[in-house]
């Protein structure tokens, strides 16, 4: 995802001209939409309908304020910050502040030399990455965050934990690019980042009053499955897109959509069902955001087949945490958070450096070692999970001290929609 000039030079003898196919940039443009799509109305639509009515609406103002923050954010210094065309491993520089020197003119480059797109299409398709990924955090304390405080955080770990990952994982001069890591599509940018924000939130924020005495069942599963089956459709713009052109490679992350979602979904039904005699639609569409999330970084070096076994073995890891887990530990991630995109984050980083053997269908070639690359995926979450680790705890810390975190009990009691935006979702 390196920015280019207009023309390189290959071996110092051979002149490649850059070209542009209008339709990579349909496919780019349609994958952006679908990216928004995705959280609005899939994200907003799969945790409304999670929460008890009286707190609809503040999930449904959060996502969306937050889509919006990070949008003007993003193109303000989030860009630069991220892909500004600076040599550090940790961050991209000011180069490019307010989109500094881009115009309809400029290109960037995709995984095909001399094949490129318009360098504001790839900066709205990575805008939606950095919009959607601190919105998953939301679930983690659900129902009982202030908003101006989500906010606020929101805002600040955008700038000091997102473009800093997204750098070192995605840019040429990134830390954990230069390591060797594959993150196709963001399972350590974007999951394991919000997974491990999100575990870490929850527990400062603390648990809901009422939490085992009250009813907090999902008020809606219709409108659960309804947010879960969008952003499946959404995911493709997320997966397929990351390839950043219409060809084989995006060809591949399509099909492993499809292949991993469905085996989690599946995984995830036959474990519930032979553990709890039932199988639930919750525990549906949360395999389906299980399998996602696992296939995320797999997407476009896995096998079809691998990425089946990717998805049932994320999805299994994802209900064990969900159901024992944090019971045992007594942490309220109200929606899983963490459960499922932290710990799926992990396991399918890990797992790409497996699956992508090409003994196993993967797109590794004939010198690709599994241990190796398999290590290098380890490095790269722990590095993960150690910088967005110590920066949210630094950045929740911070707001509580500011503002504070949570809303008076009172205030939570009779619900974030009326005592946060005065309105309900619902009238009877």
Known sequence: MVLLPAMVLAQDTTVVTETMDKGDVAFMMLSTILVLFMILPGLALFYGGLVRTKNMLSVLMQTTLITAMVMVIWVVFGYSMAFGGGTSPYWGGFGKLFLAGVNMDSMAATFTEGVMIPEYVFIAFQMTFAAITPALIIGAFAERMKFSAVLLFVALWVTFAYFPIAHMVWDASGLIFNMGALDFAGGTVVHINAGIAALI???????????????????????????????WVGW????????????????????????????????????????????????????????????TPAAG?????????????????????????????????????????????????????????????????????????TWIQIEAVAITIVWCGVVSLILYKLVDMLIGLRVPEEAERQGLDLSSHGESAYHN
């Open 301 to 373: 070096s896995v096998g079809p087949i691998g990425a089946i076994a990717l998805g049932a073995i994320a999805s299994g890891a994802c209900y064990f945490f969900v159901a024992s887990v944090k019971i045992r530990f007594g942490y309220d991630d109200s929606l899983d958070v963490f459960g499922v995109h932290g710990i799926g984050g992990i396991i399918g980083a890990v797992g790409t450096g497996i699956f992508t053997a090409p003994g196993l269908g993967g797109t590794g070639g004939d010198d690709y070692s599994i241990a190796g690359q």
């Open 236 to 295: 493709f713009g997320f997966n397929a897109g990351s390839n950043l052109e219409a060809s084989g490679g995006a060809a591949l992350a399509m099909i492993n959509t499809f292949t991993a979602t469905a085996g989690a979904i599946l995984a995830w039904s036959l474990i519930e069902g032979l553990i709890r005699g039932k199988a639930s639609m919750l525990g549906a569409a949360s395999g389906m955001v299980a399998g996602l999330v696992a296939v």
């Open 201 to 231: 939130g929850s527990i400062l924020v603390g648990k809901r009053v009422g939490l085992g005495k009250d009813m907090m069942a999902p008020h809606s599963m219709t409108l659960t499955m309804v947010g879960a089956s969008i952003l």
